[in-house]
């Protein structure tokens, strides 16, 4: 469901920034071993063989509260995605992404789960807004951009504007990923839409680590 195109010629480029849990609390949550282990509640498992960090993205289901009343159902997704090398410019080691639909789920968290990446690989790029209290669309000026890797899962807070997967890993032919959501199949109350012309333009590099 479309709700509204927004005009953004003369917007400033986005620079994208490197995807850490505090960067990102503000959306969501993440899920990042590397990151959490040293502070996220943890105990011992698996008879001392593991660490368990406990609770480290939140799930949500706020379908009571959805116009129509319908019952969601959790659901694990795969989304096949391949890098959208149509819309990006490359001028050395430095890419330009042109983003132009943003997303929520009004009543569902949403989470990404890379399978199979290598753990130091930039792998995709999260890009989010906040909403503008007075509208409940997107705010473009909060415009944020995160370099994900292949140890990495994000979490979108409900209704949490955010692009589609945006793989950035063009030496693959696609990256799957396992989407955990709750969904109860009315378009409107899965999912809204948002477009932007000419689209921001989002900056990165393939060379971070």
Same mark, same amino acid.
């Given at each position: 469901?479309?709700? &509204? %195109?927004?005009?953004?010629?003369?917007?400033?480029?986005? #620079?994208?920034?490197?995807?850490? *849990?505090? /960067?990102?609390?503000? =959306?969501?949550?993440?899920?990042?071993?590397?990151?959490?282990?040293?502070?996220?509640?943890?105990?011992?498992?698996?008879?001392?063989?593991?660490?368990?960090?406990?609770?480290?993205?939140?799930?949500?289901?706020?379908?009571?509260?959805?116009?129509?009343?319908?019952?969601?159902?959790?659901?694990?997704?795969?989304?096949?995605?391949?890098?959208?090398?149509?819309?990006? &410019? %490359?001028?050395?080691?430095?890419?330009?992404?042109?983003? #132009?639909?943003?997303?929520?789920? *009004?009543? /569902?968290?949403?989470? =990404?789960?890379?399978?199979?990446?290598?753990?130091?690989?930039?792998?995709?790029?999260?890009?989010?807004?906040?909403?503008?209290?007075?509208?409940?669309?997107?705010?473009?000026?909060?415009?944020?951009?995160?370099?994900?890797?292949?140890?990495?899962?994000?979490?979108?807070g409900v209704g949490t504007w955010h692009a589609p997967m945006v793989v950035i890993d063009e030496n693959v032919p696609h990256i799957d990923f396992a989407v955990l959501i709750h969904e109860n199949g009315i378009s409107e109350e899965d999912c809204q839409e948002c477009y932007f012309e000419p689209g921001f333009n989002i900056e990165?590099?393939?060379?971070?680590?």
């Amino acid at each position: 469901m479309v709700l &509204k %195109t927004f005009d953004v010629s003369g917007s400033t480029s986005i #620079k994208a920034e490197i995807l850490t *849990p505090h /960067s990102f609390a503000p =959306f969501g949550g993440v899920i990042s071993a590397d990151h959490q282990i040293a502070n996220a509640p943890s105990s011992s498992a698996n008879y001392g063989t593991a660490i368990k960090l406990h609770k480290v993205a939140p799930i949500v289901n706020n379908y009571s509260d959805s116009s129509s009343g319908t019952p969601a159902t959790a659901n694990w997704n795969i989304f096949r995605c391949k890098a959208p090398t149509h819309l990006i &410019k %490359t001028n050395g080691k430095e890419k330009t992404y042109l983003s #132009k639909v943003l997303e929520r789920h *009004p009543f /569902s968290t949403q989470t =990404f789960l890379p399978l199979g990446q290598k753990a130091q690989q930039a792998s995709y790029l999260v890009i989010v807004t906040k909403s503008d209290p007075s509208t409940s669309l997107p705010d473009p000026t909060e415009l944020k951009a995160f370099i994900c890797y292949g140890n990495q899962s994000i979490t979108y807070g409900v209704g949490t504007w955010h692009a589609p997967m945006v793989v950035i890993d063009e030496n693959v032919p696609h990256i799957d990923f396992a989407v955990l959501i709750h969904e109860n199949g009315i378009s409107e109350e899965d999912c809204q839409e948002c477009y932007f012309e000419p689209g921001f333009n989002i900056e990165y590099s393939i060379d971070y680590k």
